[in-house]
């Protein structure tokens, strides 16, 4: 860390300009603080390391399950227990008690559900115990094997599904998001116990530089972060490395749908630290709604962008269409677990089962269904098809179509 951070912003504009100008220091510092670093007493505050590790671990399992050579023990392993992993560090992390499964569906903010981390166990065995044996094999209605166009070749189950590609937009949601917006941004992870007074109080964790509550905020951070080369860096263009968040916070910041929102969300988490540094609780809470409607928001666009393409794909590339609807269906899965900012998600389990169930034969799927999700998530995350957006457009492009 450069010697350049090692005095607030802050205090060095107090230096400056005088004691007068406090009270509009505190916006001055939000604004201009565009690095996720703190310190107290000349140390940095900012830790995270179980969350890459933990990201690191779903990255691992990813390959997993696109390998004929794994089996379901050990892909099982590696989730629930947090081992097997062909990074050593990452097994030492499990040892201590991290693994992916267990911060899977299980934020503060909800009730813990079971139900999905078990379907996520249940696509792990159905790659391993039908997808991996019918390998080269032709896939049909009912049969799992492999589907081939000119642009991708794919293992599918029974029913079609992509596997690694529906667990994984489904830990998206209900891994990594639903540990930030459901879990620790959330006022009930922020507070609980003493965590505000220590935090109001400068206590400090046992043995640790930084106060219960910060390290929470941290924590969020590294979900979508961890994964940064330097996570003091601007981040707000994520580098998007990892297989989770912050690959797909990229990707739509950068698409049509809710353009420039990682210049946000980075804001927003640099904001609500500086906050928690305060003590300012509003602000800090703030700060979180930016950030679970703006991540939220990842979810939803990417569900209708992977839709669409199935339903553009699917005459001549039948095979990346079906790769496409199973990002989709994965990014459905996810829905659950997304927050409005008042701690409501945009679609609830039941409304998604009711989805799923539509969409749970890829080979019988109607196009018709298709598009009533897209339709319906376009609405209910208020995003703008680019019909419409067309239509406003100056009629100077008309062509005569
Ligand atoms: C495993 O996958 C490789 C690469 O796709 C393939 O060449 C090989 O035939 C597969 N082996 C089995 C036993 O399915």
Same mark, same amino acid.
């Given at each position: 860390?450069?010697?350049?951070?090692?005095?607030?912003?802050t205090? #060095?504009?107090?230096?400056?300009?005088? +004691?007068?100008?406090?009270?509009?220091?505190?916006?001055?510092?939000?604004?201009?603080?565009?690095?996720?670093?703190?310190?107290?007493?000349?140390?940095?505050?900012?830790?995270?390391?179980?969350?890459?590790?933990?990201?690191?671990?779903?990255?691992?399992?990813?390959?997993?399950?696109?390998?004929?050579?794994?089996?379901?023990?050990?892909?099982?392993?590696?989730? $629930?227990?947090?081992?097997?992993?062909a990074? !050593?560090?990452?097994?030492? +992390?499990?040892?201590?008690?991290?693994?992916v499964?267990?911060?899977?569906a299980?934020?503060?903010?909800?009730?813990?559900n079971?139900?999905?981390?078990? /379907?996520?166990?249940?696509?792990?065995?159905?790659?391993?115990?039908?997808?991996?044996?019918?390998?080269?094999?032709?896939? +049909?209605?009912g049969?799992?094997g492999?589907?081939?166009?000119?642009?991708?070749?794919?293992?599918?189950?029974?029913?079609?599904?992509?596997?690694? $590609?529906?667990?994984?937009? &489904?830990?998206?949601?209900?891994?990594?998001?639903?540990q930030?917006?459901?879990?620790?941004?959330?006022?009930?992870?922020?507070?609980?116990?003493?965590?505000?007074?220590?935090?109001?109080?400068?206590?400090?964790?046992e043995?640790? !530089? @930084?106060?219960?509550m910060?390290?929470?905020?941290?924590?969020?951070?590294?979900?979508?972060?961890? $994964?940064?080369?330097? +996570?003091?860096?601007?981040? &707000?263009?994520?580098?998007?490395?990892?297989?989770?968040?912050?690959?797909?916070? /990229?990707k #739509?910041? *950068?698409?049509?749908?809710?353009?420039?929102?990682?210049?946000?969300?980075?804001?927003?988490?640099?904001?609500?630290?500086?906050?928690?540094?305060?003590?300012?609780?509003?602000?800090?809470?703030?700060?979180?709604?930016?950030?679970k409607?703006?991540l939220?928001?990842?979810?939803?666009a990417?569900?209708?962008? @992977?839709?669409?393409?199935?339903?553009?794909?699917? *005459?001549?590339?039948?095979?990346?269409?079906?790769?496409?609807?199973s990002?989709?269906?994965?990014?459905?899965?996810?829905l659950?677990?997304?927050n409005?900012?008042?701690?409501?998600?945009?679609?609830? $389990?039941?409304? #998604?089962d009711?989805?799923?169930?539509?969409m749970?034969?890829?080979?019988?799927?109607? %196009?018709?269904?298709?598009?009533?999700?897209?339709?319906? #998530?376009?609405?209910?995350?208020?995003?703008?098809?680019?019909?419409a957006e067309? %239509?406003e457009?100056p009629a &100077?492009?008309?062509?005569?179509?």
């Amino acid at each position: 860390m450069g010697t350049k951070r090692r005095f607030s912003a802050t205090a #060095v504009a107090a230096a400056i300009l005088g +004691a007068s100008l406090i009270p509009n220091l505190a916006f001055l510092a939000y604004a201009e603080k565009a690095s996720y670093s703190f310190e107290r007493d000349g140390a940095s505050t900012v830790s995270f390391g179980g969350q890459t590790a933990r990201l690191k671990m779903a990255d691992e399992l990813y390959d997993g399950m696109n390998s004929n050579e794994s089996t379901a023990d050990a892909l099982l392993q590696q989730f $629930q227990e947090g081992t097997g992993f062909a990074d !050593p560090s990452l097994d030492e +992390a499990g040892k201590d008690g991290k693994n992916v499964a267990g911060k899977t569906a299980s934020g503060c903010l909800n009730e813990e559900n079971a139900a999905a981390k078990e /379907k996520l166990a249940d696509m792990i065995k159905d790659f391993a115990n039908n997808v991996i044996p019918a390998w080269n094999t032709a896939a +049909a209605d009912g049969s799992p094997g492999v589907l081939s166009d000119n642009k991708r070749t794919i293992n599918v189950n029974s029913k079609g599904w992509e596997v690694d $590609q529906t667990f994984q937009k &489904s830990l998206i949601g209900a891994f990594a998001l639903d540990q930030i917006v459901n879990n620790y941004i959330d006022a009930c992870k922020l507070d609980s116990g003493t965590k505000q007074d220590d935090n109001t109080n400068g206590v400090t964790a046992e043995g640790k !530089p @930084y106060t219960s509550m910060e390290h929470a905020w941290d924590e969020a951070f590294g979900y979508l972060y961890g $994964q940064e080369e330097d +996570a003091t860096a601007d981040l &707000s263009t994520p580098s998007g490395s990892g297989t989770l968040l912050n690959k797909y916070l /990229k990707k #739509v910041s *950068a698409g049509d749908v809710a353009p420039g929102i990682s210049d946000d969300v980075f804001k927003a988490f640099v904001a609500g630290r500086q906050a928690i540094v305060d003590g300012d609780y509003a602000a800090r809470d703030a700060q979180a709604k930016i950030i679970k409607v703006d991540l939220s928001k990842v979810i939803g666009a990417m569900v209708v962008n @992977y839709l669409e393409a199935y339903l553009e794909e699917k *005459a001549d590339t039948p095979a990346d269409a079906i790769h496409s609807l199973s990002e989709g269906y994965g990014f459905v899965f996810s829905l659950p677990f997304t927050n409005d900012g008042d701690g409501k998600p945009y679609f609830t $389990q039941e409304e #998604v089962d009711g989805i799923l169930e539509k969409m749970d034969n890829f080979w019988t799927i109607k %196009e018709e269904d298709v598009q009533a999700v897209i339709d319906q #998530v376009n609405e209910r995350f208020g995003f703008s098809a680019p019909a419409a957006e067309e %239509e406003e457009a100056p009629a &100077s492009s008309d062509d005569g179509r």
